[in-house]
């Protein structure tokens, strides 16, 4: 085979791990909107925010210690134990439960009825709330997010496909994981809301938030559920996006990112969500890589949400969304 | 007691259908138009300029664009910053290909400009709306902050990458450059800012305005009564467009005098005139004014009371910034979901009746 066309295969199987990740935050922001009709804008800095968390809690971070020092005085910086992953992903989920409660408590509660357009906004308003709170609790320097993910080429793979072809495919290991992770982790949300009594009242209310409520489920619960749903998902992409390129701001400009992958895939899809993401890493890798040097490069930054325009031009509901009809 | 209709009497059909119905409201913007024109200028200094009446100004007219696109017409833009942008870029072209020209005209034409390239993102917003649209804005946003950073031509092949605005002069004063006073400056400002409020105010309550507000509240049915959706989004997208491009353009020569599209006019500025016009009142002229004031003045006192009084570092008054800014959205969308404005509007209802509760 010509040396180019396997570069591009190269190129496309890359595009696909990346689009895992993009997956990845665009399947929180879907969870939330199917079962409450919100559009979590916040879902990236929720990433950042689980992710930092993350990495304070394992190293043992005081929280608010550059606040506290600066009030009181003191030098205080680290408790002086380091918490073991596994444990430190459990606190996490726990922060991002606690998280959940209080969003639906002082905002998402005092906001039912209003127009969509409106909670779309006050997620905007959460997610700046939340990355000062991030910051201000964690400290904003580029942290290095270490929980044994194994990480470089993948020899395997190099070897095989250098025999095979004669020419060697370097795909990352954490890709790798990444992408059987996105995969458990949706069968993981495909059994818990088709198998079980929450997940069944949690497509309930998805569907039609009266009549779940006359049949006595609680909608606070729910939502708080689904809230802390979104949260593990953001610890998940957090982690993954985290251990890629270090925990810092720009983490939460992939929320951005997902947006457009929920455009092509539909809001209320979950493998809408993971096949737009696919689309939409195969295509920017693809376009850079053919298109992008003609152009001055760097085509990534817009080439998503270009896509998603022409995409919505064509096809409003995205791929697998339900159908929009309008009814005056 | 003293703000009151009672005795007020209209006796033409012009006067009832002014601007300012009640006479302490007219009293009222004359003053302050008084005294932005003839106090402000002698008193102002660099600090004071820079820090919140040119910003508040150049916010303010951003904020009305915007307004008349999200507010009267429903259309939820965040490529604000991609068009301001436009309007900074298009002047920038036009000051140095044409240096003879008054740079008052240029601006205009760079809001002339942004009016099309408005238009042209705005063709989406025939078959999408709501946060579809929000988000294919967003295509806007960083496509055109990318092409501004790559193409060359944008910005004259200079090394840096950047635009700097050479120093022009209006009535032979310098507006841009060095050597441009802090008060004429002001003044250039403030002369667009009053105008374009006042074409927008007009338009808002004229055909245009209500058709406009038809398409907002529900668009089958202005369709069926008659208003042409074409039309009436198009023309707010170029109206908005036209407004964002002179903020922009204005932004750019006059208040930074050199801008870099990514750092100057990237999402965050998009999302701050959003929150502008938020928490000014939606669909409101005064809202864009008070929005604007308030998200600039609010970064000063913080900065002023976190790091000049209370002595805290700078990055940590930053952090507290941001939660301050985020909680109040949440806070005004929770409590006052219209905004200042309509705080402003209730104020007023109390105030006529006072002291009497009914």
Redesign the interface.
């Known amino acids: 085979m010509p040396e180019q066309l396997l570069f591009a295969m190269e190129v496309t199987l890359n595009g696909l791990m990346a689009g895992v990740l993009y997956a990845l935050v665009a399947l929180g922001f879907v969870l939330i909107y199917k079962a409450s009709g919100i559009f979590n804008y916040a879902q990236g800095v929720m990433a950042l925010f689980a992710a930092l968390t993350l990495v304070g809690i394992m190293e043992g971070q005081v929280p608010f210690a550059h606040l506290i020092n600066v009030i009181f005085g003191t030098e205080i910086h680290h408790f002086g134990w380091e918490v073991p992953a596994l444990l430190a992903i459990l606190l996490t989920v726990v922060v991002m439960i606690i998280f959940a409660w209080l969003v639906n408590h002082f905002v998402m509660r005092h906001l039912i009825n209003q127009e969509p357009i409106i909670l779309f906004m006050a997620t905007i308003g959460l997610a700046y709330f939340l990355e000062g709170v991030g910051d201000l609790m964690w400290g904003s320097d580029i942290k290095r997010l270490e929980v044994g993910l194994p990480q470089g080429i993948n020899e395997w793979i190099d070897e095989t496909t250098f025999q095979a072809l004669g020419y060697g495919f370097f795909i990352d290991n954490l890709d790798i994981v990444a992408a059987v992770i996105a995969i458990l982790l949706v069968i993981g949300l495909v059994i818990f809301s088709q198998y079980t009594t929450q997940g069944r009242a949690l497509r309930a209310v998805a569907d039609d938030h009266q009549a779940a409520l006359s049949v006595g489920i609680s909608l606070n619960f729910i939502w708080v559920l689904v809230w802390s749903i979104a949260g593990f998902v953001a610890l998940v992409a957090g982690m993954m996006w985290g251990a890629k390129s270090g925990v810092q701001f720009s983490l939460s400009l992939i929320a951005l990112k997902a947006l457009p992958v929920l455009l092509i895939g539909g809001f209320t899809s979950i493998p809408g969500a993971i096949i737009g993401g696919l689309i939409i890493g195969v295509g920017e890798k693809l376009f850079e890589f053919s298109i992008g040097p003609m152009i001055g490069g760097a085509t990534e930054n817009w080439f998503a949400y270009v896509l998603a325009l022409i995409f919505l031009v064509i096809r409003p509901q995205g791929l697998f969304g339900d159908k929009i009809i309008e009814r005056v | 007691m003293i703000y009151r209709e009672a005795g007020d009497f209209k006796t033409s059909y012009q006067s009832d259908a002014q601007t300012f119905p009640i006479r302490l409201d007219r009293m009222g913007y004359f003053l302050t138009l008084a005294i932005a024109f003839f106090v402000v200028p002698f008193v102002i200094n660099d600090y004071w300029a820079n820090a919140i009446f040119m910003p508040f100004l150049i916010y303010a007219i951003a904020a009305l664009g915007l307004n008349i696109l999200t507010g009267y017409c429903g259309q ?1 833009s965040l490529g604000t910053g991609g068009f301001m942008a436009v309007g900074a870029y298009a002047c920038y072209k036009l000051m140095t290909s044409f240096p003879e020209v008054s740079i008052l005209i240029h601006i205009l034409l760079a809001g002339l400009v942004t009016a099309i390239v408005g238009v042209l993102f705005g063709l ?1 917003s025939l ?2 709306k ?3 649209l ?3 804005t ?2 806007a ?3 055109l ?2 092409l501004f ?3 060359p031509w944008f910005y004259n092949n200079s090394a840096s990458g950047m635009i700097s605005s050479p120093e022009r002069t209006v009535f032979g004063f310098a507006v841009t450059g060095a050597n441009a006073s802090a008060a004429v400056q002001y003044l250039v400002c403030l002369g667009f800012v009053v105008i374009l409020a006042l074409v927008a105010r007009n338009l808002t309550r004229g055909a245009f305005g209500r058709r406009w507000m038809a398409i907002r509240d ?1 668009d ?2 202005a369709e069926i009564i008659g208003v042409n959706p074409l039309k009436a989004k198009l023309t707010a997208f170029a109206v908005s467009s036209f407004y964002i491009g002179i903020s922009g353009a204005l932004f750019f020569a006059v208040y930074l005098g050199a801008a870099e599209a990514g750092d100057a006019f990237g ?1 965050t500025k998009s ?1 701050l005139v ?2 502008m016009v ?1 928490i000014g009142g939606l669909g409101s002229i005064f809202g864009s004014f008070a929005g604007a004031a308030f998200l600039v003045v609010l970064p000063v006192v913080l900065k002023v009371v976190g790091a000049d009084w209370l002595g ?2 700078d ?2 008054v930053a ?12 806070a005004f ?2 409590l006052e ?1 219209h905004g200042l404005a309509q705080l402003w509007r209730v104020t007023k209802e109390k105030l006529r009746l006072w002291p009497f509760p009914h």
């Open positions: 939820v989406p078959r999408i709501g946060f579809y929000a988000v294919a967003l295509a946003q960083f496509f902050v990318w950073n790559k193409v529900m089958i049915a999402i999302f959003l929150f938020i805290w570092p990055d940590l952090h507290l910034q941001l939660i301050v800014v985020g909680a109040l959205i949440m969308l929770i979901p």
